[in-house]
């Protein structure tokens, strides 16, 4: 995994103790830093019609809990959107009840 981080940089940066456990192994999860190289890579093995994008707090955390509707969300989506040429039809941005099923004639 390229460019992998640690959990408690992502703690360090939403201020509080953050981490994930896989649903099985209940072994720690892996991550990494956004990759665009990546997901150019997955869109062309895939050909994917429409992505969903979920802990989007993740890659910042002044989205965490906001609406896929907010402005700081619809700047990402739109700038992922338009760099890709993939329409993202759903949305989490951590938390209860922050995932958002996004229409396609709201594209």
Known sequence: MKDEISWSEISGAFG???SETTTV???TRRIAMWD???IYNAITL???TSFAITFMDY???GIE???ALSPL???FLNKFEEGFGIPVSIVG???PNTTTIRLQEEL
Do not use: F
């Open 59 to 61: 890659i910042d955390p």
């Open 65 to 67: 809990g906001e609406s």
């Open 93 to 95: 941005t951590g938390g």
């Open 36 to 38: 665009p190289t990546l």
């Open 25 to 27: 192994t209940k072994k």
């Open 46 to 48: 895939n050909a994917p």
């Open 16 to 18: 509080r103790p953050v």
């Open 73 to 75: 969300c619809q700047e």
